[in-house]
């Protein structure tokens, strides 16, 4: 091969490597905001699953269903 096209084969891999790395970076950065919204669905859940259990226990008290 000559310099020139071992130039420009160097060049296309470069620029390879360059994507590849601002692909991993955006993966990463995909990986902590999944996270965090994995984090705030788990405490609306959880907030939900009492608003649940306290709405029964309302009803109860109040007869408002069969126990």
């Known amino acids: 091969m000559s310099s020139s096209t071992e130039n420009l084969v160097l060049e296309h891999l470069r620029a390879i490597r360059a ?38 226990r309302v009803e109860r008290r109040l007869d408002l269903v069969e126990t």
């Open 19 to 56: 994507t590849q790395d601002r692909h991993s970076d955006d993966l990463i950065e995909i990986k902590e905001r999944l996270g965090f919204l994995e984090q705030q669905y788990a405490s609306i859940s959880r907030r939900v699953d009492r608003i649940d259990e306290r709405l029964d």
